[in-house]
Each structure stands twice: as structure tokens, then as C-alpha cells.
């Protein structure tokens, strides 16, 4: 049974896995910043308060989760829900030709896996990070939870993967109908843009491993 704490608790944790308070969320999400509050979940009555449908839809289309990783947050343990295998791939390998497919989903199976929540995207991979170039946002060694199917907006992190075989890990300053442009978040290297048709595939990061 689907018990009014579990919902409640469901939206906490979305926050916080986006970085957010409840308020936050409700704000990003075009609510009133108090429709999350803890004081409005009971009325003065003592009746219990339910999040409305159109108010979960709203804060799904903001923060680009998926339903199926909203619906992991509900549950007793702190965990994500039930647990999968994904594979696990390095840059270096994420680079060659063979594991990706047009689309930037893991394809073949020369991997290893790793167990991580299923949180409603069959083709989410994890990335191992490699050298510096990503510091002080990911080390080297630094896993990545990246999803493919995840809707990607400006100022999400993402991997970016080249016609040319390139692959790194941005910051989405914006994406035109002509371009994409990134932030490096070691300040030491140059903020790239490619032209739209030098783009093979970009995922979300949607978790990451520190």
C-alpha cells in the first residue's frame, strides 16, 4: 500500500539528489516555494496532505527525472529501490568504436558491471573517470552514473561523446540548433563548443561515485 509518508519521502530525496530543499524544488518546478513545506503536509485538522499529480509532473519535467526514478525514492530504506546491473565503462574504452551505438547507449558486452538502483532507464552505464581534466568536480577513479534517456538542459553535467571518437564530462552551458557549448570545470582548460554535427551522442549525468 502506497502510504502518504512514502510520497512525501519520495520528493524529499528527489530534492536532495538534484541538490535541492523541498522549497527549491517546488521553485525551480514554477510552484509556490511553500508547496513542499513540511507544515503543509497535514492541515491544522490533522488530515493528510497528498503532493497533486500535476505537482509531481511539474517537478519531473524541471529536474528531468523519469518517472521509474521517482517512483525508486519510495520506500523505507535510504537505498533507490531495487538493485541492477549496469556496465561499467572507461573512457578510454568509451572512446573506441563498439560500445556505443548512435544513440550513446551501452551496446555488445565487452564491460564489466557494476549494481546500482534501477531507477527506470534500461540503458544507464557508469563511466569510470580517468586523468584530471575534470578536477575538482570528478578525480581520477571517480565513477559516473550516466543516462541516456534522461533529458538534458542547461547546466546539467553530461558526457559528451565526438564524431571523432572524444569523450568528456561538461558542465551544458547551451545547445542551439547549430552548436554546443560546454564549461570545463577544471578552470585550467578551455570551455569547448562543437557544431551540432560534430556531436555523436550526449547523456546526463545523473549520479556520481566520490
Do not use: C
Amino acid at each position: 500500500m502506497l502510504r502518504h509518508k512514502d510520497i512525501w519521502q519520495a520528493i524529499d530525496r528527489l530534492a536532495r539528489e538534484y541538490g535541492l530543499s523541498a522549497s527549491g524544488l517546488a521553485r525551480r518546478a514554477g510552484l509556490d516555494p511553500t508547496t513542499f513545506n513540511k507544515s503543509k503536509r497535514t492541515t491544522r485538522e490533522g488530515k493528510l496532505r497528498w503532493p497533486s499529480t500535476e505537482s509531481v509532473a511539474k517537478v519531473l519535467a524541471a529536474t528531468g527525472a523519469s518517472l521509474g526514478e521517482f517512483v525508486s525514492y519510495i520506500g523505507d530504506n535510504d537505498g533507490m529501490g531495487i538493485y541492477r546491473n549496469i556496465p561499467l565503462i572507461g573512457f578510454v574504452q568509451a572512446g573506441k568504436e563498439g560500445f556505443f551505438d548512435d544513440a550513446g547507449f551501452p551496446t555488445g558486452g565487452a564491460w564489466d558491471e557494476i549494481p546500482f538502483p534501477d531507477f527506470g532507464d534500461p540503458h544507464a552505464y557508469a563511466l569510470e573517470i580517468s586523468g584530471d581534466s575534470m578536477e575538482p568536480v570528478y578525480r581520477d577513479g571517480d565513477t559516473v552514473i550516466v543516462s541516456p534517456a534522461a533529458n538534458v538542459r542547461r547546466g546539467d553535467r553530461v558526457v559528451v561523446r565526438t564524431k571523432s571518437g572524444e569523450v568528456t564530462a561538461k558542465q551544458l552551458l547551451r545547445r542551439s540548433a547549430r552548436k554546443v557549448d560546454l564549461q570545463s570545470f577544471n578552470p585550467q582548460h578551455e570551455n569547448p563548443s562543437f557544431l551540432l554535427d560534430e556531436v555523436e551522442w550526449i547523456g546526463r549525468i545523473v549520479w556520481a561515485s566520490q
